[in-house]
């Protein structure tokens, strides 16, 4: 079952690793990510900062998008982590049984706007946000469990 989407520019790291992947009970945590996918150093690196006893899966979109069908038959408590608008907004046009997204971090980067106090959007970034709103997908931000959970206001 899929407890937790959520897009984060970093992937892996301490938030996900320590917070939500405890909150959530995740036992399996999926990278949607077609450069990590395709990045040998970048997994190896994603694969020592996975937490102990989890399972992690680094996939391309359509790697994913092929194994879904899989993924819904696992026992298991799964974490899907996005880095980016364009391909979390393309897997819910393709998989459209995602009902609400985490939005984690997003980095200040030129040519972007901010949202909210890790969120920080480029015109096509928002307009993937705005493709998953009008979807009905709930659009929260929330950085780590222990921070209140707002809605995602563009």
């Known amino acids: 079952m899929i407890k937790l989407v959520r897009l984060d520019y970093r992937l892996l790291h301490g938030q996900v690793v320590f ?3 405890g909150y959530v009970g995740a036992q399996r945590i999926i990278i949607v990510d077609d450069e ?3 990045d040998e150093l970048k997994k190896t690196a994603l694969s020592l900062s ?3 006893g989890v399972r992690l899966n680094i996939f391309s979109l359509e790697t994913t998008l092929a194994k ?3 993924v819904e038959t696992l026992n298991e408590n799964i974490m899907m982590i996005f880095g980016n608008t364009k391909t979390l907004r393309a897997f819910c046009e393709a998989y459209p049984k995602i ?3 985490n939005y984690g971090a997003q980095a200040n980067r030129e040519g972007t706007k901010q949202y909210a106090s890790s969120i920080f959007l480029t015109e096509s970034e928002v307009e993937d946000t705005h493709c ?3 979807m ?3 659009l929260n931000v929330q950085q780590t469990p222990s921070h209140k ?3 995602l206001a563009l």
């Open 132 to 134: 998953l709103f009008n």
């Open 99 to 101: 009902k609400e997204i």
């Open 36 to 38: 990590a996918a395709s």
């Open 149 to 151: 959970s707002e809605t």
């Open 19 to 21: 917070a939500w992947t």
């Open 50 to 52: 996975k937490p102990v």
């Open 68 to 70: 879904m069908p899989k």
């Open 136 to 138: 009905g997908i709930k």
